[in-house]
């Protein structure tokens, strides 16, 4: 059965990728970082960037060999903090995948947005400790545009001749399906034809390292990294942190279709939800997360039971692991059952506001390759974790329609809802 949301009849401009783009601890090319998703394949690794000694949580999922003049002047990358040349790469190598030329559209039809929970932060308490210590003319006058949320926005319509407007978004975690979503919107509403969407992220700063090492988050298992992070299982105590960038081209299908793209997947839906029910805890039935899975099912047309697979947000956590597979269940029913849920974290790192930008990517290439990524490290599921979470090795399947899940501080809650393209029968 063809997947409903496809039905040629349904009305309205359909939206579908075109493009991607990743800078992550598991590769900076589509090749390389798929392999290591589906092979399970852990970025994690002890943190090199500053000294941990003292700490209770030292190891992280690194960069590690990029080169941001591959991307940028030898002035411009020495000018921009990790974040910015992670977010211009990413969001370059999506153009090229693409094979569109934006300079050579109506300017009004292309728009740029972008996702973060942290950047800036590295530029910020530099800024913050040369202040202190020698006064404000230290300070480098290029700290605003590292600093402020919105300059990546900015930085990468710059680099790519985007003039139709520029947006960043910053809720959490669920930044970056929230920017996938806001692009889906544009199009879908007839104010674009072409959104260049993602997210960034570059945590590893000390400063920011000590909060969340107050937050007891992360995982301690620091003699044991690539195995240290363990969703849903008896074992799990946090998340392992990450860093890096994904970035998407999403296009109208009769653009796309006009020009010859290479269609990798179509984007059928987006839906949000705010629990307002704790600073930093989920509800722990997932009510908040359920409403948002159901509006992306709303918006794309769909009944639960095509949708085949779930990239979890899966932190680790014991109140995320439980919440979340208490929504599956809540929307799911005995559906449920059936569904294949995962999560991708253990491999690439959590890497916060640019989390579900990565994951969306996961999810396109889990469905172009008919292929469902593993939760690794999950070895005894802990009570209440009763679904099909796809542990250790990678599972054939000839998916139609994927969930990408993500949560944020604050109860926000964020669900992207993809599709094969073509759906077939």
Same mark, same amino acid.
């Given at each position: 059965?063809?997947?409903?949301?496809?039905?040629?009849?349904?009305?309205?401009?359909?939206?579908?990728?075109?493009?991607?783009?990743?800078?992550?601890?598991?590769?900076?090319?589509?090749?390389?970082?798929?392999?290591?998703?589906?092979?399970?394949?852990?970025?994690?690794?002890?943190?090199?960037?500053?000294?941990?000694?003292?700490?209770?949580?030292?190891?992280?999922?690194?960069?590690?060999?990029?080169?941001?003049?591959?991307?940028?002047?030898? @002035?411009?990358? @020495?000018?921009?903090?990790?974040?910015?040349?992670?977010?211009?790469?990413?969001?370059?190598?999506?153009?090229?995948?693409?094979?569109?030329?934006?300079? !050579?559209?109506? !300017?009004?039809?292309?728009?740029?947005?972008?996702?973060?929970?942290?950047?800036?932060?590295?530029?910020?308490?530099?800024?913050?400790?040369?202040?202190?210590?020698?006064?404000?003319?230290?300070?480098?006058?290029?700290?605003?545009?590292?600093?402020?949320?919105?300059?990546?926005?900015?930085?990468?319509?710059?680099?790519?001749?985007?003039?139709?407007?520029?947006?960043?978004?910053?809720?959490?975690?669920?930044?970056?399906?929230?920017?996938? +979503?806001?692009?889906?919107?544009?199009?879908?509403?007839?104010?674009?034809?072409?959104?260049?969407?993602?997210?960034?992220? $570059?945590?590893?700063?000390?400063?920011?390292?000590?909060?969340?090492?107050?937050?007891?988050?992360?995982?301690?298992?620091?003699?044991?990294?690539?195995?240290?992070?363990?969703?849903?299982?008896?074992?799990?105590?946090?998340?392992?942190?990450?860093? +890096?960038?994904?970035?998407?081209?999403?296009?109208?299908?009769?653009?796309?279709?006009?020009?010859?793209?290479?269609?990798?997947?179509?984007?059928?839906?987006?839906?949000?939800?705010?629990?307002?029910?704790?600073?930093?805890?989920?509800?722990?039935?997932?009510?908040?997360?359920?409403?948002?899975?159901?509006?992306?099912?709303?918006?794309?047309?769909?009944?639960?039971?095509?949708?085949?697979?779930?990239?979890?947000?899966?932190?680790?956590?014991?109140?995320?692991?439980? $919440?979340?597979?208490?929504?599956? @269940?809540?929307?799911?029913?005995?559906?449920?059952?059936?569904?294949?849920?995962?999560?991708?974290?253990?491999?690439?790192?959590?890497?916060?506001?640019?989390?579900?930008?990565?994951?969306?990517?996961?999810?396109?290439?889990?469905?172009?390759?008919?292929?469902?990524?593993?939760?690794?490290?999950?070895?005894?599921?802990?009570?209440?974790?009763?679904?099909?979470?796809?542990?250790?090795? $990678?599972?054939?399947? *000839?998916?139609?329609?994927?969930?990408?899940?993500?949560?944020?501080?604050?109860? @926000?809650?964020?669900?992207?809802?993809?599709?094969?393209? *073509?759906?077939?029968?």
């Amino acid at each position: 059965m063809a997947l409903s949301s496809l039905d040629d009849s349904v009305p309205g401009r359909r939206v579908v990728v075109t493009g991607m783009g990743v800078v992550s601890p598991n590769g900076c090319d589509l090749d390389s970082f798929w392999r290591a998703v589906r092979d399970g394949v852990s970025a994690g690794g002890p943190i090199t960037r500053f000294p941990t000694e003292g700490l209770p949580h030292r190891i992280a999922a690194e960069i590690k060999g990029f080169e941001p003049t591959r991307f940028m002047d030898a @002035k411009k990358a @020495k000018r921009f903090e990790k974040c910015l040349q992670y977010e211009i790469a990413a969001a370059k190598m999506a153009v090229t995948d693409s094979g569109i030329h934006i300079t !050579q559209m109506d !300017q009004d039809r292309v728009g740029m947005v972008d996702a973060t929970s942290a950047s800036g932060m590295e530029s910020t308490l530099k800024a913050h400790i040369a202040y202190l210590n020698r006064g404000y003319r230290s300070m480098s006058p290029f700290t605003f545009l590292n600093a402020y949320c919105g300059g990546g926005s900015g930085e990468v319509a710059l680099e790519l001749g985007i003039k139709g407007h520029a947006v960043t978004y910053c809720s959490g975690s669920a930044s970056g399906n929230d920017a996938m +979503g806001y692009a889906l919107s544009m199009i879908r509403g007839d104010e674009a034809d072409v959104m260049i969407a993602g997210g960034c992220e $570059a945590p590893l700063v000390e400063g920011f390292w000590g909060g969340f090492c107050v937050t007891r988050v992360m995982t301690t298992r620091n003699d044991d990294p690539m195995h240290a992070m363990r969703p849903f299982d008896t074992t799990r105590d946090g998340f392992l942190m990450g860093e +890096g960038a994904a970035f998407m081209v999403l296009e109208e299908l009769a653009h796309a279709l006009g020009r010859g793209a290479r269609i990798r997947a179509e984007v059928l839906g987006h839906g949000r939800s705010c629990e307002a029910y704790h600073s930093v805890l989920p509800h722990p039935d997932g009510v908040g997360l359920s409403r948002a899975m159901e509006k992306a099912l709303r918006a794309g047309r769909l009944h639960p039971s095509e949708v085949d697979y779930i990239n979890a947000h899966g932190t680790a956590t014991e109140t995320n692991d439980l $919440a979340e597979t208490r929504a599956i @269940k809540r929307l799911f029913g005995a559906h449920a059952q059936r569904l294949a849920v995962s999560s991708t974290k253990p491999v690439t790192g959590h890497l916060l506001g640019a989390a579900g930008a990565l994951e969306s990517v996961i999810c396109v290439l889990a469905l172009e390759q008919s292929v469902i990524p593993p939760t690794i490290n999950l070895s005894s599921p802990a009570e209440g974790c009763d679904l099909d979470y796809v542990p250790q090795r $990678a599972r054939p399947f *000839p998916l139609r329609a994927v969930m990408n899940v993500n949560s944020g501080f604050g109860g @926000k809650n964020s669900c992207l809802l993809l599709g094969r393209y *073509p759906s077939g029968p």
